[in-house]
């Protein structure tokens, strides 16, 4: 955390990202207590905001520990001392990886991994006989999205008897992301059924997703459930019914560029800010003091307005605040961004786990 300069928040060069600071606080506190009442652990997923700072302030509201999505996130949040109890969830594959699992579970009370194929599974093994510990593991289920994961109950059970047979392996339960509609309760609690007969204990079952925060009450299976989007929210959430735009945390400040012509407008924000996601949206961002006014494509540098259907059209050199479609990609666009509150920046926080991606 970087105490910044006494400074207003029309002082940020643009484009920037700032985060409203009131604003993500309380989207901390809601899904805290949302998680709490349904007696779930909360294990936030850190690639939503890549900063150790936010993390601490996380687990300070009450979470048991972090999700990392690669091995180059755990390190920069391991020498940043914030969390001892870590889920790396993805296959983690080949010797130079799995060597540096294990070096960083030196230096952690636990860090788990999850596997969701016999090769992934085998390899963790070796690594954990070539080190002499054993590697904490969580069997990936597909509960519905067509990503990763087993796609079977049976194919969970086949892993988990192997898991329990295998050197160095501590088999510590199931893994789904993310809890969707009938398809997960239903697959999870066959899988449960199958292992549970073979004698073998599931302490874990982890369930994620940010809208999934929603519908809890829905997969009472779950232990724990791994969320990352609702620290800042962005329009996907705001999409998904699972959050308003004013619990939107984050928001990318922007120059009016040009105006070519009456409804066309151009921002100094492209797609290497904004990205080009759109998931279940059809634009790339919408302005926060123009309602109607949307980012309706991206170059590189230009962020292109259509204002045919704007309530007001903003100016060659006005400052917009746009609300993007993903709030997770554009965390990793940046070197800083800027936590503001009541119109001045009150810190400027480094993306300290930007770009690590191995």
């Known amino acids: 955390m ?25 989207n901390i506190a809601r899904a805290q207590a949302l998680m709490d009442a349904h007696g779930v652990d909360n294990r936030p997923h850190i690639k939503t905001h890549k900063i150790p700072a936010i993390a601490s302030m996380q687990i300070a509201a009450g979470a048991s520990g972090i999700t990392c999505q690669k091995l180059g996130e755990v390190e920069v949040f391991v020498d940043a001392g914030i969390a001892d109890d870590i889920l790396v969830t993805y296959n983690i594959l080949g010797e ?9 579970s030196l230096r952690v009370k636990r860090l788990a991994v999850v596997a969701d194929n016999e090769i992934v599974l085998r390899g963790l093994s070796e690594a954990g006989v070539r080190h002499g510990r054993d590697v904490p593991v969580l069997i990936e289920c597909d509960g519905g999205i067509g990503r990763n994961g087993v796609q079977t109950p049976e194919a969970a059970q086949a892993l988990a008897q192997m898991a329990t047979n295998l050197p160095r392996i501590r088999f510590e339960g199931l893994m789904v992301f993310p809890n969707k509609g009938p398809e997960t309760a239903a697959f999870m609690n066959k899988a449960l059924e199958l292992i549970r007969a073979d004698g073998i204990a599931v302490p874990v079952v982890s369930g994620g997703g940010s809208p999934a925060l929603m519908t809890l009450a829905d997969f009472p299976m779950m232990t724990e459930h791994r969320a990352g989007t609702y620290v800042y929210n962005d329009l996907m959430m705001v999409d998904a019914g699972a959050a308003s735009l004013d619990d939107c945390a984050m928001h990318v400040r922007a120059t009016v560029v040009s105006m070519p012509t009456e409804d066309r407008a151009i921002i100094d924000a492209g797609s290497k800010v904004l990205t080009r996601d759109q998931y279940t949206l059809s634009n790339f961002g919408q302005l926060v003091e123009h309602p109607g006014a949307v980012v309706a494509n991206c170059s590189e540098e230009h962020g292109m307005l259509d204002l045919s259907r704007a309530q007001s059209k903003p100016r060659i050199g006005d400052i917009v605040n746009v609300i993007p479609n993903h709030c997770c990609v554009v965390s990793n666009m940046v070197d800083e961004v800027y936590g503001v509150r009541d119109g001045q920046v009150e810190t400027v926080w480094p993306v300290a786990a930007r770009g690590r991606v191995r």
């Open 2 to 26: 970087t105490n910044a300069p006494a400074m207003n928040v029309g002082d940020i060069e643009t484009p920037a990202v700032t985060i409203l600071l009131d604003r993500m606080e309380a």
């Open 96 to 104: 130079v990886k799995t060597d540096r699992l294990m070096e960083l």
